[in-house]
């Protein structure tokens, strides 16, 4: 019975901690732990990386000059597992030049240790060979991942595109492509969908903000100490997502962070008009990559190589701090 139960939970895989080929993910698999070791297993392959909630993962770094970027974008990426990683990859002599950190109100809407028990969201620095066995291997197979998963490979359905895991690490893959296409067939049918009326994060609490500061604080001073460039956004945030937040909270974290950091800064997150705009937007948690594109072309300006015209509104960003 033993032996069926791993061999079961070995086959499933659903979090794609054991697979050789991710072509055949069915549901979201552990990024934080998949992208950990793939980097360094290719510690020469990339010198430069963005962190950040999976908010960050249209933002198309890879088209930056002068950088080899990877995207560490993942599920509910919290600043605390971001400083873990960073310290992982000098460690193990990840060379990097460039660190690009997304801050956004997830940031400081959940606690780290939720993650030690969702299996999706596990830090790699958490799963030694042991917690790896008794997260995926000893599990109940029936569980609702397990039994979603031998659902749609019964089915044949391996719709879900993961594959940039092993290349940029962004969430820039053909079913994007394909969603970004439908958006521009019917814009106004698009615009108007109920989606935008709902909110994934703007109704639950800021935690622990004293900590989650300090925390990037660290980064930031690991990153001088390492001879590291560092700069951090704060990704711009739907309309409704900022109107169900505490709108006074919001500016006094913010605040507080403009006086703790040195480093660059530049704010996207206030209520305009991409903001406003449902054109922008895939649903009110996640913008669309035309929004990453303006974030790299503030920031980078000719150095983001793109063929495409990149329109940036007035009212798109407050630089802080600039170096």
């Known amino acids: 019975m033993l032996i069926c139960l791993l061999g079961i939970n070995f086959v499933i895989d659903p979090y794609g901690i054991f697979k050789k080929d991710i072509s055949k993910q069915i549901l979201e698999p552990n990024k934080n ?13 990339y010198d430069a990386f963005i962190f950040g909630s999976s908010r960050v993962g249209v933002i198309p770094v890879e088209k930056i000059s002068g950088y080899r970027f990877y995207n560490m974008t993942y599920s509910e990426g919290l600043p605390k597992e971001w400083l873990k990683t960073i310290n992982t990859f000098i460690e193990n002599d990840v060379a990097i030049n460039m ?23 596990i830090p790699y620095q958490e799963l030694s060979n042991k917690e790896i066995l008794k997260n995926y291997l000893f599990i109940n197979p029936l569980n609702s991942y397990n039994f979603l998963t031998l659902k749609e490979i019964i089915k044949r359905n391996y719709s879900n ?9 962004s969430n820039i893959t053909e079913k994007t492509i394909s969603i970004e296409k439908e958006i521009e067939k019917n814009v106004e049918q698009h615009i108007s969908k109920k989606i935008f009326l709902e909110t994934s994060y703007g109704n639950k609490n800021f935690i622990n903000i004293d900590k989650n500061i300090e925390t990037l604080k660290d980064i930031e001073n690991l990153c001088i100490k390492n001879g590291i460039k560092v ?27 403009f006086k703790t950091l040195k480093s660059e800064i530049f704010d996207f997150s206030s209520n305009n008009s991409i903001s406003k ?28 190589r793109t063929e495409e015209v990149v329109n940036i509104p007035n009212d798109f960003v407050c630089i802080v701090n600039k170096k």
Not at 99 to 121: A, L
Request: charged letters at 30%; glycine letters at 4%.
């Open 161 to 169: 595109d993961y594959s940039n895991i092993y290349k940029t690490g």
């Open 33 to 45: 732990y998949l992208k950990t070791k793939y980097i360094l297993k290719n510690k020469d392959k």
């Open 231 to 257: 700069i951090f956004i704060f990704n711009p945030l739907h309309s409704t997502a900022f109107i169900n937040n505490n709108e006074k909270e919001c500016i006094a974290i913010k605040e507080k962070i």
């Open 277 to 304: 705009n449902n054109y922008y937007w895939y649903e009110t948690s996640h913008f669309r990559i035309i929004v990453g594109e303006m974030i790299l072309k503030t920031i980078f300006k000719d150095k983001f």
């Open 99 to 121: 660190i690009i950190i997304g801050i956004d109100d997830i940031s400081f809407k959940v606690d780290d240790r939720e993650h030690f028990s969702q299996p999706m969201r």
